[in-house]
């Protein structure tokens, strides 16, 4: 997947680097989106995208918005983010996008009118036809919608996406995976994400406090502004390479003093106890973070890509008055998913 950021497509030459040349797409169909978490709904618009690019012999692209339009106007306040940026081009690409191009949302962008945004896709872009959700809006005070692309000269696919949840019709969306992420029914948001949620990231230093308290843990870097679930959670971990491809026993392989850790549900991966919110026992800056506790695994993790794969819920975050008291909490919560995990098949 080619992935390009929407400034260095539209930019004039004269504004280009030296020795760089503009950018010319092939002509392609084309939806958008912020497409977080990629969930079956995206799928489905993805799947369409590729059927009419395939009939019609075009290429197929998504455009989506970073930040997140909300996380322009309102980051305070914003919704928690699925995916970041290096996981939705993960998925993207895994769903068969040839073209990825990054809008980025800012005050210039936001101030398009809706002609000179779809002067845009038509013109800069070679958008021949787009796949959109039936309620999508667009340029300055979202004053454009389908029917004005159809009206502009281009073909507009509008898809409608539900789902069977229990024998009912459930209409799939990004918030309604946070909102089950949130409660801790990783069950549901699965099947509203047609695969188990996973976070992936760098390993950060940290404060070092786990090691203390005889819980090391690996720090990972969240890239959002704050992550969709929070609380205690059996996981288990795999280490990627710069592709994003699993490296075989990476983990493993980073081992010391036969410590080994304990392996996990999927090929390659060690089991993990994680923690993920503002850690409200600890006196420190309240930020949010993930940290995995690997049981009987000693290692160097630092600046491995990992993927953290969500497999059960605990219980939410908990406040512990002092760090011995935490250090019991963590140990309490340790043996309960220890337990948990050899109760799984193997």
Request: with cysteine.
């Amino acid at each position: 997947m080619n992935t390009y950021f929407l400034e260095q497509l539209i930019a004039s030459p004269s504004a280009l680097p030296a020795n760089t040349s503009p950018i010319d797409l092939a002509p392609c169909v084309l939806t958008i989106g912020n497409f977080d978490g990629v969930h079956l709904g995206h799928q489905a618009m993805l799947a369409q995208v590729r059927e009419i690019a395939q009939a019609q012999n075009f290429g197929s692209a998504v455009m989506i918005f970073e930040p997140q339009p909300r996380e322009f106007f309102a980051p305070d306040t914003a919704p928690a983010r699925l995916t970041n940026l290096a996981e939705k081009q993960a998925l993207l690409a895994e769903y068969g996008v040839e073209t990825l191009i990054v809008a980025g949302f800012d005050a210039d962008f936001r101030s398009l009118s809706a002609k000179a945004f779809v002067d845009i896709l038509a013109l800069r872009l070679n958008v021949k036809a787009l796949v959109l959700g039936d309620d999508f809006k667009f340029g300055h005070d979202r004053t454009g919608d389908s029917q004005f692309l159809r009206d502009y000269g281009l073909d507009v696919t509008n898809l409608h996406t539900v789902t069977d949840v229990s024998e009912k019709a459930v209409r799939i969306s990004s918030t309604r995976v946070r909102d089950l992420l949130l409660a801790g029914d990783l069950d549901a948001a699965n099947a509203l994400l047609g695969r188990d949620y996973a976070i992936t990231g760098l390993v950060v230093g940290g404060d070092k406090i786990g090691r203390t308290m005889d819980f090391p843990t690996a720090n990972i870097d969240l890239k959002r502004l704050k992550p969709a679930l929070h609380g205690i959670f059996a996981v288990d971990v795999v280490s990627l390479d710069d592709d994003g491809n699993v490296i075989a026993n990476g983990l493993t392989a980073q081992a010391t003093d036969g410590k080994t850790g304990v392996a996990g549900l999927r090929p390659h991966s060690l089991f993990g106890t994680a923690s993920i919110g503002i850690r409200p026992s600890i006196d420190k800056e309240h930020n949010w973070r993930l940290e995995v506790h690997f049981p009987e695994l000693q290692a160097d993790l630092y600046d491995l890509t990992l993927q953290v794969r969500f497999l059960h819920y605990l219980h939410g975050e908990r406040h512990y008055d002092g760090l011995e008291a935490l250090k019991v909490g963590i140990h309490n919560d340790v043996k309960a998913l220890l337990e948990w995990r050899d109760e799984q098949p193997n």
